[in-house]
């Protein structure tokens, strides 16, 4: 069998990639010394009639954080999320307040999630609270607790 030197030569290239791949650290924003969570937060509803909340919340050991993202609902077009939020523990959950969903009217969700790390997934009502006339057990949430 006859291996030309230009698939050697790649597969040493694939190789070598891998192994700083391999090597790689874990990507993390930087928030500082006093992040003491990073949530990612993702709630959707899907169809004509659907919507959905796309967040990123950085919780700060002195029980504040911030928060950036979008909201909206189908046919409204995405509207811009960010402010201020204060935190609380309640058992293993942490309960963040003050989550402002503009795409919704100005409607003040709270977002309730693991204290331990990692991911979950849940219907659209699992970790945040959201208006009465949307079903918390329809569409899909996707969350990411990281350190």
Request: proline letters at 5%; one cysteine or more.
């Amino acid at each position: 069998m006859y291996i030309s030197k230009f698939t050697t030569t790649l597969t040493a290239a694939a190789l070598a990639a891998a192994g700083v791949v391999a090597v790689a650290g874990p990507a993390a924003a930087d928030y500082g010394s006093s992040a003491v969570r990073q949530i990612e937060l993702s709630a959707n509803v899907p169809g004509p009639q659907g919507g959905g909340a796309w967040l990123w919340i950085e919780l700060s050991g002195d029980h504040t954080g911030d928060y950036h993202g979008a909201d909206c609902g189908h046919g409204g077009g995405a509207v811009s999320d960010k402010g201020t939020v204060w935190w609380e523990t309640n058992g293993a959950d942490i309960v963040i307040h003050n989550v402002i969903l503009n795409g919704l009217g100005g409607f003040d969700a709270t977002v309730t999630v693991p204290w331990a790390t990692g991911h979950y997934t849940g219907t659209v009502g699992t970790f945040i609270t959201l208006p009465s006339f949307i079903p918390p057990f329809v569409g899909t949430s996707q969350l990411q607790v990281a350190p």
